[in-house]
């Protein structure tokens, strides 16, 4: 693999959302509302759920790393976005092969008119970007109530919802590659 190759994937490990991570959507065009939830890696969750208009042809929902290069990104759902909500809870089913692990940003996106309909940051509870590789605080309580959540769920080896160790840790690796590659 190309050494550019390798360090883009450790950094974009490191991005990438959390369970739980959170955005609310900004609403650039067709009254488009709501907060996005990472509610597992293959599932996202908008409540509050508010869109005025779905009349435009193409509008899926994608995923992108960077905020102003969404064409860059790539559909998550296959399902087209053709009805109107009004303040509803729904489910984003992750089926177009990508996870929550690939992306940092959530967007209403009308592919045929490359038209932005509203974003959202997926962001864990310290405002950073969240990681799945590490969990988005890096505080002991963080570490304290995942295993917590882990025991009582019975799930001990998921990975999500540890600290930002592991995350700290991939940025460090990718930073040394770099060093090492100049």
Known sequence: MHPT??????????????VGATGDLSSLDAGLQGTVTVKDSDTLEISGYTLEDASAPALYWWGHNEEDDIESGYRINNEQVTETADDETIDVALDAGYSADDFVYVSLWCE?????????KLEGSDG?????????????????DSADEASETGDQGSGAGKTGAASAGALAAAAAFAAYMV
Do not use: P
């Open 128 to 144: 950073d970007a969240s990681s799945t590789s590490g969990g988005s605080g890096g505080d002991e309580a963080s570490e304290t």
């Open 112 to 120: 045929r008119l490359s038209a932005n309909f509203g974003t959202a």
């Open 5 to 18: 190759a390798i360090l883009i994937s450790l950094i974009s490990t490191a991005i990438a959302a959390d």
